[in-house]
């Protein structure tokens, strides 16, 4: 089995920046892709970004283009979400997911592997 853990969260003021990490533990190389969504009081839950463990490939939601940046470190089973120029609107609990599809994807039910998720607060 694979378990996904995050840590990195925390309260920044807006324009700051937060460095989220997931660490996979288990079957990792099962895994195709690792992914992050987000889910702020009382909305779906939203998804940001998503690499794959070959080649790096990455994919953003429009949200966050531009502003945020997914990294991988296969060696560590660790997957990175750098935030940058952080906005009240980015205020949610974050989600690391993994899958098993050989795709990139951007829906949640394409990840079979969820963390427990990390809060971050952006305060204007």
């Known amino acids: 089995q694979v378990q996904v853990v995050e840590s990195g969260g925390g309260l920044v003021q807006a324009g700051g920046s937060l460095r989220l990490s997931c660490a996979a533990s288990g079957r990792t190389n099962s895994l195709y892709a690792m992914g992050w969504f987000r889910q702020a009081p009382g909305k779906e839950r939203e998804f940001g970004a998503a690499?794959?463990?070959?080649?790096?490939?990455?994919v953003y939601a429009d949200s966050v283009k531009g502003r945020f940046t997914i990294s991988r470190d296969n060696v560590k089973n660790t997957v990175y979400l750098q935030m940058n120029s952080l906005k009240p609107e980015d205020t949610a609990v974050y989600y690391c997911?993994?899958?098993?599809?050989?795709?990139?994807?951007?829906?949640?039910?394409?990840?079979?592997?969820w963390g427990q998720g990390t809060q971050v607060t952006v305060s204007s």
């Open positions: 690499i794959s463990r070959g080649d790096g490939s990455t």
């Open positions: 997911a993994a899958s098993r599809r050989y795709e990139l994807g951007s829906r949640s039910y394409e990840y079979d592997v």
